[in-house]
C-alpha cells in the first residue's frame, strides 16, 4: 500500500510539472521581449492555482489508475479530455475575466492556449508512451530469453493479439509463440505482432508436422475463448490435440487486458456451458473502488472467488472470515490475495459464535458484507439437520445483525435456487434465513440504511461436491459414471460468472434500490443461468470428450434419487413479484415476500428450542408454518423421503450440490 502511494505521488509530480512546463514553454514559444517578461512576472502568482486546479482534473479523469508500463489508447484519451478541460478553463478565464478586469488584453490569446493543448497532451502523453516502450522492450528481451515452450496458439485474431500482447508484458512467461491456428480461413497467411497465422483447426496435425520437420518440435497448444466456442468445434480439436498427445491449455481473464491474462488446463466442463454473460466491467469498479468488503466463508470456491474479485475490481480492504484453518491459509496465500495491494486480512470464526462475529466485523468497519459462510450438501443436511439450522439460519441472523450493528452499505447473503418450493434442508434453511435478511431490510430506508439482499444462482462448476470433478474421476478410473436420476436437470455456472454476477446484483442493490421503500425495491436477485442440463446428458458428453462411447466403454448407472432431491430447479416462488433491472445483463430480481418481524422472531426462538431438544418434527412444523410450500414438498423426486440416510456415494452428492 505504501509502495502504491509513493508510485501515485510520483506520477501526481510529474504531472504537475508538465502542466507547469507547458504553460512556460507556450510562453517562450508564443512571445517574445517585453510580452515574454510581463508574463514570465506574473507566473508565480497564477501558477500554483492552475496547478492545483489541473491535479484536480487529472484526479477526475483518473489518470493515476494505470502503471505506465500498461499505458493505452484509453489512457490517452484521459489526458486529452484533461488537457481539453484544462485549456477551455484559460480561454474562459482570459477572455471573461483577465482580459477586461486585469491586464485589458489577452493574458494567453486563442493562439497561445492552442499551442498550450498540444503541449500539454504532449508532456503528459509522451513520457508515459515513452516508459511503456521501454518496459515492452526489456520486456521481449526477458522473454526470448525465457521463452523455452514452442507454442501453437488457437483462435481468432483479436484474441491471439492480447495473448501476444501478455507474453511480451511477460505476464505470460515461458511459451515462444511459433503459428497461429485461427477459426476464420480470411485470417490465415496473416502475421499477427510477427506471428504468422499458419492455417485452421483442421490443419492442426500438417503444421504440427511442418514445424517438426523445421526443427522447431510444438509442445503445448494455448486455446482462447474464441476456440472453444461451439462454432469452432471445440470437441473436434480436444479429439485432435489427444491425439498429437499435446497438452492443450487455455487463456482466462481475456477480456480484461493482458496485465489479468492467465493460463489453465484446458477442462473439459470448459466446453459444457453456454456463452458466459458479459460483465459491466466499469460498473463494478465504480461500486467497489475504494470500499472495504467482508466475505464470510472467504475459502470456499465461491468465497474465495468474490474475495479475488472484489480485489480485482478495487476494493481497498478485504477480511476474509473463515472457520476452516486450512482453507483460510489456502486463500490468503493464493496469488489473487497474496500479491495484492489491498489490504487483506484474515479471521478465523465461525458464524454460529455471535459476540466473535460482531467483534470483528465492528472493528473492521465494511462497507459490503458478502456472507458466502454455509452447509450447502443436501444429503449431509437431510441427516443432520441440526447442524443446517445452526449454521445457515442462526449464523446467517448472526451475519446480518452483525452487518446492520457495523453500519455497513449492504449484505449480500449467497443463497440457492434451492430455496424456492424447498424440497431439502439445505432449501428450507436457505430461504427461511432470505425472509429474516428481507425483514430486517424492510425495516430500513433511505440514503444511508443497510441494505440486505440476498442472491440465487444454482450448481457451480467446480465447486466443492460439483457432479463434473465426480463425472471426471469416475470416468479415469474406467467407471461406471453413476447418475442418481435419469430425468434430473440441473443448471451450472462457472465460479467467476457467478460471482461476477453476484457483485452485479449488490451494486443494483446498493444504488438503484436503496431510496425506494421497504416493500417496492428488489431484495431477491436471481442470475440468469441459461437452460437446464440433463444430468445424464452431461455424463454422456464427458464421457464422449475423453475418447470413450457411453454404454460401451464406459457405462452409466443410475442409483436412484437421495433424500431432499427433486427433478427440476425453480428460479422464482410463485408468490414473488419481479421486478425489471434496467441495463443489468444476467440478473433478475424480485420484490420481498416475508412475515411479520414479531412473527419470525417468535419462529426463531420455536427453532432455538427444536435444535436443543433435537426435536425435527417441531423444527419442520416451523418451516412449514413459516413456508407454506415446505409442506408439500411436490417437487421432490419419488421415493426419496428424510431421514437416516448412508453417506452419499460417488455423484450423489454431487448432482444434488
Not at 504440427?208 to 468445434?233: F, I, K, M, Y
Not at 427440476?568 to 420481498?592: H, S
Not at 411479520?596 to 428450542?609: G, K
Request: net charge neutral.
Amino acid at each position: 500500500m505504501q509502495k502504491r502511494t509513493l508510485k501515485t505521488a510520483v506520477m501526481v509530480v510529474h504531472d504537475l510539472a508538465a502542466t507547469a512546463a507547458a504553460v512556460v514553454l507556450t510562453f517562450v514559444f508564443r512571445f517574445q521581449d517585453g510580452a515574454l517578461a510581463e508574463r514570465l512576472q506574473a507566473l508565480p502568482l497564477l501558477l500554483p492555482p492552475f496547478l492545483a486546479y489541473a491535479g484536480l482534473i487529472y484526479a477526475w479523469f483518473r489518470l493515476y489508475r494505470t502503471k505506465w508500463r500498461f499505458a493505452s489508447l484509453p489512457d490517452l484519451a484521459g489526458i486529452v479530455r484533461a488537457a481539453s478541460v484544462t485549456a477551455l478553463t484559460l480561454l474562459v478565464l482570459d477572455y471573461v475575466l483577465v482580459s477586461s478586469n486585469l491586464y485589458g488584453f489577452y493574458f494567453f490569446g486563442k493562439v497561445a492556449i492552442a499551442l498550450y493543448w498540444v503541449l500539454q497532451i504532449f508532456l503528459l502523453g509522451g513520457p508515459r508512451l515513452a516508459f511503456r516502450y521501454l518496459k515492452y522492450a526489456r520486456s521481449r528481451q526477458s522473454q526470448a530469453r525465457a521463452a523455452t515452450t514452442p507454442t501453437l496458439l488457437l483462435g481468432r485474431g483479436t484474441d491471439i493479439e492480447i495473448v501476444l500482447r501478455a507474453i511480451e508484458s511477460g505476464s505470460v512467461k515461458r511459451l515462444s509463440p511459433k503459428g497461429i491456428l485461427s477459426p476464420r480461413a480470411d485470417e490465415a497467411g496473416q502475421m499477427m505482432r510477427g506471428v504468422p497465422v499458419l492455417g485452421g483447426f483442421r490443419d492442426l496435425e500438417q503444421v504440427v508436422a511442418d514445424l517438426a520437420n523445421r526443427g522447431l518440435p510444438v509442445r503445448r497448444l494455448v486455446a482462447t475463448p474464441s476456440a472453444l466456442a461451439p462454432e469452432s468445434e471445440p470437441d473436434d480439436l480436444i479429439a485432435r490435440a489427444r491425439r498429437l498427445g499435446l497438452p492443450l491449455a487455455r487463456v482466462t481473464s481475456l477480456g480484461e487486458g493482458m496485465r489479468d491474462a492467465e493460463l489453465a488446463p484446458l477442462e473439459i466442463e470448459d466446453l459444457l456451458l453456454r456463452p458466459t454473460v458479459a460483465i459491466d466491467r466499469p460498473r463494478l469498479e465504480n461500486f467497489l473502488t475504494g470500499a472495504r468488503v467482508v466475505v464470510t466463508g472467504g475459502g470456499g470456491s465461491i468465497g474465495s472467488e468474490i474475495c479475488a474479485r472484489a480485489i480485482a475490481f478495487g476494493a481497498a480492504a478485504l477480511l476474509v472470515i473463515e472457520n476452516s484453518e486450512p482453507a483460510l491459509h489456502a486463500v490468503l496465500n493464493g496469488p489473487a490475495l497474496l500479491h495484492a495491494e489491498a489490504e487483506v486480512q484474515g479471521a478465523l470464526a465461525d458464524i454460529r459464535d455471535r459476540e466473535r462475529l460482531h467483534a470483528i466485523i465492528r472493528d473492521f468497519r465494511p462497507t459490503y458484507v458478502f456472507h458466502a459462510a454455509a452447509l450447502k450438501q443436501v444429503p449431509y443436511l437431510e441427516r443432520d439437520w441440526a447442524e443446517g439450522i445452526k449454521t445457515n439460519v442462526f449464523g446467517s441472523i448472526n451475519v446480518a445483525e452483525a452487518t446492520v450493528a457495523a453500519g455497513a452499505r449492504a449484505l449480500v447473503m449467497i443463497s440457492t435456487d434451492k430455496a424456492i418450493e424447498p424440497v431439502s434442508q439445505l432449501g428450507v434453511t436457505k430461504r427461511f434465513a432470505e425472509m429474516v435478511a428481507q425483514s430486517l431490510d424492510a425495516e430500513r430506508s433511505g440514503p444511508e440504511a443497510t441494505r440486505l439482499i440476498a442472491v440465487r444462482f444454482g450448481n457451480v462448476l467446480g465447486s466443492a461436491g460439483s457432479v463434473v470433478p465426480v463425472f471426471k474421476a469416475q470416468i479415469a478410473r474406467g467407471g461406471p459414471v453413476t447418475v442418481t436420476h435419469a430425468e434430473m436437470v440441473r443448471y451450472f455456472m462457472t465460479v467467476r460468472e457467478a460471482s461476477d454476477l453476484v457483485l452485479t446484483a449488490a451494486s443494483h442493490a446498493d444504488a438503484e434500490g436503496r431510496g425506494d421503500t421497504g416493500d417496492q425495491r428488489a431484495a431477491v436477485y436471481v442470475l440468469k443461468m441459461g437452460q437446464p442440463v440433463r444430468i445424464r446428458d452431461l455424463a454422456e458428453r464427458m464421457i464422449r470428450l475423453a475418447g470413450f462411447e457411453p454404454g460401451e466403454d464406459i457405462e452409466i448407472q443410475v442409483t436412484g434419487a437421495r433424500p431432499g432431491e427433486r427433478l427440476n430447479e425453480i428460479l422464482f416462488a410463485k408468490e414473488e413479484p419481479r421486478v425489471t433491472l434496467a441495463g443489468i445483463d444476467g440478473v433478475m430480481a424480485a420484490k420481498p415476500v416475508f412475515a411479520d418481524r414479531a412473527v419470525l422472531e417468535t419462529w426463531i426462538l420455536r427453532l432455538r428450542d427444536a435444535v436443543a431438544a433435537g426435536d425435527r418434527a417441531a423444527a419442520d412444523a416451523v418451516f412449514e408454518e413459516a413456508i407454506p410450500d415446505f409442506r408439500n414438498r411436490a417437487g421432490a423426486v419419488p421415493n426419496a423421503q428424510p431421514g437416516s440416510i448412508a453417506p452419499p456415494t460417488q455423484a450423489a452428492v454431487a448432482a444434488t450440490a
